[in-house]
């Protein structure tokens, strides 16, 4: 019976290998082996074509990512010239045979080693050295700052002070997409620590605090004439007025439906409880049922506004989620496969070969003029979203730079099981242009305020005046 099921997946990674099973019959080498990836520090096993685990791997540590059947990852799977290549959404990683790729992982690690602070403090310095992509760009001395960084572990060799040196890290390091995660148990401790003089009462006026979510709620209720909604959530549409459609997409994720228990959204909330439900999934999977769902939404979307002369795409309130959301909204506006970005992944001392990105396009596409509103609120994959207009000649960027956290984050667990991650890419456009730290420029600069609540609270105060704004800019770029 394994026989069986052994011949049949072989078949299966030979159609997927080549362009098709009829135009080649050659075989390509088994899958079995041990895989090294360029750049994201990941060695994949894979035994009897059945089963894979999926390794965490630095110069001093080895801790186990992922087990499962080979099956989930499988049609992911291309293998051409001894190079494995392994799509998640719109990134492709490539891994090479290294049958010492495990070497670190002979001896597993000790109870002790998994506690000990400076051993996991080593461990997240080690994967900052080989991984971090902006050294350069952001004038970081690593040298110099491990070193700082270090001694004070040597000098206090609690949790909370791991904690603590480890998020400083993070911050002197300028990462846009680095986050520390630990225990309930160490930010209970950290609340412990405050100071009287922030818990002191504020005697100053206080001015309203608006969520993401509320102020594109606020911002679609008052600048659709008409709203054309149905069925989605976090994108809505309309008309802004009788021949511009508004289309406004809060997030980059959140939208697939992943069939979370009821009983697990009433003890955590939704948004945790999603996302505990897709850190048990295959990455793989859960990045394809969010393009799907969007891509869902998307068709009714079309069908309503297609027939108008030019659309808005408002992704100012948007922090990001996934580029293949993004790319499952912009193919509405290609009608065919476009180059339209480049991704390199940081690995020791050198880059992996560039990723080149693509939009697909679809049969009827709007090709008619498009505005999409950025603001320094606009981060991550809506980023993408916005670096990819960059490559469509009838795109018109309007409002103000988006963050400039543009890298996706590279994801690993310490041995301890804390959570961290930090920016090991880096995307250029079709020119080769950086914009980590300064964000994707506009056409049209409303100059909105940098800071999170004050430009919340300049749209909120006066919802007219933002949809008069947008009204005029979409006018004077459209004067000849």
């Given at each position: 019976?394994r026989n069986?099921?052994?011949?049949?997946?072989l078949a299966?990674?030979?159609c997927?290998?080549?362009?098709?099973?009829?135009?080649?019959?050659?075989?390509p080498?088994?899958l079995?082996?041990?895989?090294?990836?360029?750049?994201?520090g990941?060695?994949?096993?894979?035994?009897?074509?059945?089963e894979?685990t999926?390794?965490?791997?630095t110069e001093?540590s080895?801790?186990?990512?992922?087990?499962?059947?080979?099956?989930?990852?499988?049609?992911d799977?291309?293998?051409q010239?001894?190079t494995?290549?392994l799509?998640?959404?719109?990134?492709?990683?490539r891994f090479?045979r290294?049958?010492?790729?495990?070497r670190q992982?002979a001896t597993?690690?000790?109870t002790?080693e998994?506690k000990n602070t400076?051993?996991?403090?080593?461990?997240f310095?080690e994967?900052?050295n080989?991984h971090y992509?902006?050294?350069?760009?952001?004038?970081?001395?690593?040298d110099?700052l491990y070193?700082?960084q270090k001694?004070?572990?040597?000098?206090?060799t609690?949790q909370?002070?791991?904690?603590?040196?480890?998020d400083?890290?993070?911050?002197?390091l300028n990462?846009n997409?680095?986050?520390?995660?630990?225990?309930?148990?160490?930010?209970?401790?950290?609340?412990?620590?405050e100071?009287?003089?922030?818990?002191?009462?504020d005697?100053?006026?206080?001015l309203p605090?608006?969520g993401?979510?509320q102020?594109?709620?606020?911002?679609?209720?008052s600048h659709m004439?008409?709203e054309l909604t149905?069925?989605?959530?976090?994108?809505r549409?309309?008309?802004?007025?009788?021949?511009?459609?508004?289309?406004?997409?809060?997030t980059m994720?959140?939208?697939?439906?992943?069939?979370?228990?009821q009983?697990?959204i009433d003890?955590?909330?939704f948004v945790?409880?999603?996302?505990?439900?897709?850190?048990?999934?295959?990455?793989?999977d859960?990045?394809?049922?969010?393009?799907k769902?969007v891509?869902?939404?998307?068709?009714?979307?079309m069908n309503?506004l297609?027939s108008l002369?030019?659309i808005?795409?408002?992704?100012?309130f948007?922090?990001?989620?996934?580029?293949?959301v993004?790319y499952?909204?912009l193919?509405?506006f290609?009608g065919?496969?476009?180059?339209i970005?480049n991704?390199k992944?940081r690995?020791?001392?050198?880059?992996?070969?560039?990723?080149?990105l693509?939009?697909?396009?679809?049969t009827?596409?709007?090709?008619?003029?498009?505005y999409?509103?950025?603001?320094p609120?606009?981060?991550?994959?809506?980023?993408a979203f916005?670096?990819?207009?960059?490559?469509?000649?009838?795109f018109k960027r309007i409002g103000?730079a988006t963050s400039?956290?543009?890298?996706?984050a590279?994801?690993?667990?310490?041995?301890?099981?804390?959570?961290?991650?930090?920016?090991?890419?880096?995307?250029?456009?079709?020119?080769g242009?950086?914009y980590?730290n300064?964000?994707?420029?506009?056409?049209y600069?409303l100059?909105?305020?940098?800071?999170?609540?004050?430009?919340?609270?300049?749209?909120a105060n006066d919802l007219?005046?933002?949809?008069?704004?947008?009204?005029?800019a979409?006018e004077?770029?459209?004067?000849?």
């Amino acid at each position: 019976m394994r026989n069986i099921i052994n011949n049949l997946l072989l078949a299966v990674c030979t159609c997927i290998g080549f362009i098709s099973c009829e135009e080649s019959k050659e075989i390509p080498k088994s899958l079995n082996g041990t895989w090294k990836s360029l750049g994201s520090g990941w060695v994949l096993q894979i035994q009897d074509s059945t089963e894979y685990t999926l390794f965490d791997v630095t110069e001093i540590s080895c801790l186990k990512n992922r087990t499962a059947e080979l099956s989930e990852m499988l049609g992911d799977l291309q293998l051409q010239n001894d190079t494995l290549a392994l799509t998640k959404g719109v990134m492709t990683y490539r891994f090479v045979r290294d049958e010492n790729a495990l070497r670190q992982c002979a001896t597993p690690h000790s109870t002790s080693e998994q506690k000990n602070t400076l051993f996991n403090f080593e461990v997240f310095a080690e994967t900052v050295n080989e991984h971090y992509a902006f050294f350069e760009l952001n004038g970081i001395q690593w040298d110099a700052l491990y070193a700082a960084q270090k001694d004070k572990i040597i000098r206090d060799t609690t949790q909370v002070n791991l904690y603590q040196v480890i998020d400083e890290t993070l911050t002197l390091l300028n990462d846009n997409h680095a986050y520390l995660e630990a225990t309930d148990e160490v930010y209970e401790a950290l609340e412990a620590q405050e100071t009287e003089a922030s818990t002191e009462e504020d005697s100053r006026e206080t001015l309203p605090e608006y969520g993401d979510l509320q102020i594109a709620s606020m911002v679609a209720k008052s600048h659709m004439e008409e709203e054309l909604t149905e069925d989605a959530k976090l994108i809505r549409w309309g008309k802004m007025s009788e021949n511009l459609g508004y289309v406004q997409i809060m997030t980059m994720w959140l939208h697939a439906d992943l069939d979370i228990p009821q009983a697990l959204i009433d003890q955590n909330g939704f948004v945790d409880a999603y996302v505990e439900t897709f850190h048990n999934m295959y990455e793989g999977d859960y990045i394809k049922q969010e393009a799907k769902a969007v891509a869902t939404v998307m068709e009714k979307v079309m069908n309503d506004l297609r027939s108008l002369d030019a659309i808005v795409l408002d992704v100012r309130f948007n922090g990001g989620g996934q580029d293949a959301v993004s790319y499952a909204i912009l193919k509405h506006f290609v009608g065919e496969k476009v180059h339209i970005a480049n991704q390199k992944l940081r690995y020791g001392n050198q880059f992996s070969p560039p990723l080149e990105l693509y939009l697909e396009g679809v049969t009827k596409p709007f090709l008619k003029p498009v505005y999409v509103l950025t603001s320094p609120q606009t981060g991550s994959a809506a980023e993408a979203f916005s670096m990819a207009t960059l490559a469509l000649p009838h795109f018109k960027r309007i409002g103000s730079a988006t963050s400039g956290a543009m890298s996706t984050a590279l994801e690993k667990t310490l041995p301890n099981g804390w959570s961290f991650a930090i920016s090991n890419e880096i995307n250029l456009d079709l020119k080769g242009n950086v914009y980590e730290n300064i964000g994707i420029p506009v056409d049209y600069d409303l100059q909105y305020p940098k800071d999170r609540q004050e430009f919340f609270r300049h749209v909120a105060n006066d919802l007219e005046k933002d949809k008069k704004t947008i009204l005029a800019a979409i006018e004077a770029l459209q004067a000849p």
